[in-house]
């Protein structure tokens, strides 16, 4: 196998890229030995014994898997998380969550008639007073006071 470093030299000032891009044809390498000058390179080049070869780039296919992966909830355990819970889902996204699955709930108990207007509106400011963790613990409450039944949602 000849030393071809100075035809790779040559070709890669000619194709205007660095060493590492030039192809030599491995089948055309002991003809390819004897071409020293540029004129030399430069009709190899044409005859297409030399090529530049096409920008190595970094492939995507690892980071679309991951991406995948998040969106399925993986890779969320404690050793990938920066930022405190608040810095995650902010204070006031997390009670908005909260308050408006609450306010559903009694409208649509209010709309079935499973309590009266006078309770939903006992409920509702309890509710706004921050007073349930959730949705269950609304339904425990209004189930202590006597206002829903077993069986009820």
Request: aromatic share 4%; proline share 6%; hydrophobic share 35%.
């Amino acid at each position: 196998m000849p030393d071809l470093s100075n035809q790779r030299r040559l070709a890669a000032a000619l194709l205007k890229c660095g060493e590492g891009r030039v192809w030599i044809d491995p089948a055309s390498q002991e003809e390819l030995a004897d071409a020293v000058t540029r004129s030399d390179v430069r009709s190899a080049i044409k005859a297409g014994v030399i090529r530049r070869a096409p920008i190595q780039g970094t492939s995507r296919a690892r980071a679309r898997l991951h991406a995948i992966e998040v969106g399925k909830g993986r890779h969320s355990g404690p050793g990938s998380r920066r930022g405190t819970p608040s810095a995650r889902v902010p204070r006031k996204e997390r009670w908005m969550r909260r308050i408006r699955a609450q306010r559903k709930l009694l409208q649509e108990l209010r709309s079935t008639k499973k309590i009266p207007p006078s309770v939903y509106r006992e409920f509702y400011r309890r509710a706004k007073g921050g007073m349930f963790r959730s949705r269950a613990h609304l339904i425990v409450n209004l189930r202590l006071a006597g206002h829903l039944r077993e069986g009820t949602p």
